[in-house]
């Protein structure tokens, strides 16, 4: 980026900050003097830089989408494929040996209306956990969201400063700006840089840490399955 927004330098800002002083500054002695004129060189860098910083921002900020969707995609599968898959190994090997009974017994209906029973409990067990995945994908969109309302206010401050800067005619309110461009070149740098790292951090690390928490009821999954291994004995019995 213009100022190096994805990989912070504090050096590499306190220098550029003390480029436009000495250039103000410079512009002085040189003659070229007074406010008038420092404020156009300094507005001049401003709408150089940030411009970019904010169009790359907002690429970097809505980027961290493509992650938040995988993630969260991926602890779904790991939930409703994986984790009940293993949690439900033991239902598996008892309804094979009661579809084998049923089978001599001519009560087939029973496996299967124990089969639908089954089913039924899997969406049950994966709705609360899948509920909790939906609601942190969520906060990652609010993030975005949060995030982008600071680039905005960024760019509407850069907005408001150019075009009072056009607008001055006169060494006094030129010096005004001049004080205000040079804090707004510094404010705006920190601003960008935190509004991607805010999505970047939520998006890429703590996300990652919550999800990871994430899992079904085991307990009360395995109940309920035992509760539909009983009522099938029961109806072939």
């Known amino acids: 980026m213009a100022r190096k927004i994805l990989i912070s330098q504090s050096v590499t800002m306190l220098s550029k900050i003390t480029v436009l002083f000495f250039v103000a500054h410079a512009a002085s002695a040189f003659h070229l003097t007074g406010p008038q004129e420092q404020l156009q060189i300094i507005m001049k860098e401003i709408k150089r830089d940030v411009p970019v910083d904010i169009n790359e921002a907002l690429i970097s900020i809505r980027a961290n989408l493509a992650p938040l969707s995988y993630y969260t995609d991926n602890a779904k599968t790991r939930i409703a494929i994986t984790d009940l898959k293993v949690d439900a190994q033991p239902f598996w090997t008892k309804i094979a040996e009661l579809d084998e009974q049923a089978k001599k017994v001519g009560r087939l209906g029973c496996i299967e209306e124990g089969m639908e029973l089954f089913f039924d409990l899997n969406n049950t067990a994966i709705a609360k956990p899948f509920r909790k995945i939906n609601n942190y994908y969520n906060k990652g969109y609010l993030i975005v969201f949060k995030s982008d309302d600071k ?61 990871a928490t994430i899992q079904i009821d085991k307990e009360s999954y395995v109940s309920g399955y035992n509760g539909i291994l009983e009522r099938v004995k029961l109806c072939i019995d």
């Open 151 to 211: 680039i905005d206010a960024v760019s509407k401050t850069l907005k408001d400063l150019t075009t009072r800067a056009d607008n001055c005619a006169e060494d006094e309110c030129a010096s005004v700006l001049v004080k205000e461009a040079i804090s707004f070149y510094s404010s705006s740098y920190e601003d960008i840089k935190a509004a991607i790292a805010d999505i970047t951090q939520y998006a890429q690390v703590d996300l990652l840490k919550i999800l």
